[in-house]
């Protein structure tokens, strides 16, 4: 009975406290923040599963199975899984925020999104395996979810800045980022040859480029405003 009860509850306390943790670290240590974010991750999740259930009625049956074959198929329905995960995650994150957000609180948003769907997923995959491994997977499941979201956040932070009606066009890239990132996590564990440094790669990704491009982006500001050069016009 313990080990019927580790994984729900090692779900739902790793989901809640990656959530208000981001929340705090935002300056939104309000429990109705948090919750409205988890709460963008549940209906992100439902968007999901809708999404395979109306595939397999089309007769394309999205299993974890077909992409462990690791053939040409299982390429194309790791492609899917990203875009289906991925967009289902951006429109729980768009349900979230809205313009009055900026920067940390629509990174918070998007980590408390990842972790309701990541307690979730865990929840209806894992379901009968409370090994050790499959509990530190729905532990840290929300940090695996919210990197692979990483360029979404980027950009839907940037897109409630425009007051176009395309303000939504940036985010088509980003999706298809972080989706490509996301196939390429799930079939690298497909792959015996590739494995868990393929997957480490997929997630680490995200943070290494945007760390590249802000350090990227500090220096050539610094050689603009530096002592002994002028201004630009």
């Known amino acids: 009975m313990a080990l019927d009860l580790a994984l729900p509850l090692t779900a739902a306390a790793s989901g809640a406290a990656w959530a208000q943790?981001?929340?705090?670290?935002?300056?939104?240590?309000?429990?109705t923040f948090t919750v409205r974010a988890l709460l963008g991750g549940v209906a992100a999740f439902?968007?999901?599963?809708s999404a395979y259930d109306l595939s397999t009625l089309a007769g394309v049956d999205v299993r974890w199975e077909g992409v462990a074959r690791a053939d040409l198929r299982a390429a194309l329905l790791a492609a899917a899984i990203g875009m289906v995960e991925e967009g289902a995650k951006l429109v729980g994150l768009l349900l979230v925020v809205d313009r009055t957000l900026r920067g940390r609180a629509v990174a918070a948003a998007a980590i408390g999104v990842a972790a309701g769907f990541s307690a979730l997923e865990a929840l209806a995959v894992l379901k009968g395996h409370a090994s050790a491994p499959m509990l530190a997977r729905?532990?840290?499941g929300p940090v695996a979810h919210a990197v692979l979201t990483l360029p979404l956040t980027v950009k839907v932070t940037a897109a409630l800045r425009r007051t176009s009606r395309a303000w939504w066009?940036?985010?088509?890239?980003?999706l298809l980022v972080s989706a490509t990132l996301h196939a390429a996590g799930d079939l690298s564990l497909a792959?015996?040859?590739?494995?868990?440094?393929?997957?480490?790669?997929?997630l680490?990704?995200?943070?290494?480029?945007?760390?590249?491009l802000g350090r990227v982006r500090r220096a050539l500001q610094g050689r603009g405003d530096g002592p002994g050069r002028p201004a630009a016009a």
């Open 21 to 31: 943790v981001a929340a705090w670290r935002a300056g939104h240590g309000r429990a």
């Open 46 to 49: 439902a968007l999901a599963v």
């Open 191 to 202: 792959l015996p040859r590739v494995g868990r440094v393929g997957y480490a790669a997929a």
């Open 169 to 174: 066009l940036p985010l088509l890239p980003a």
């Open 204 to 212: 680490a990704a995200p943070p290494v480029v945007l760390f590249v």
């Open 138 to 140: 729905a532990a840290l």
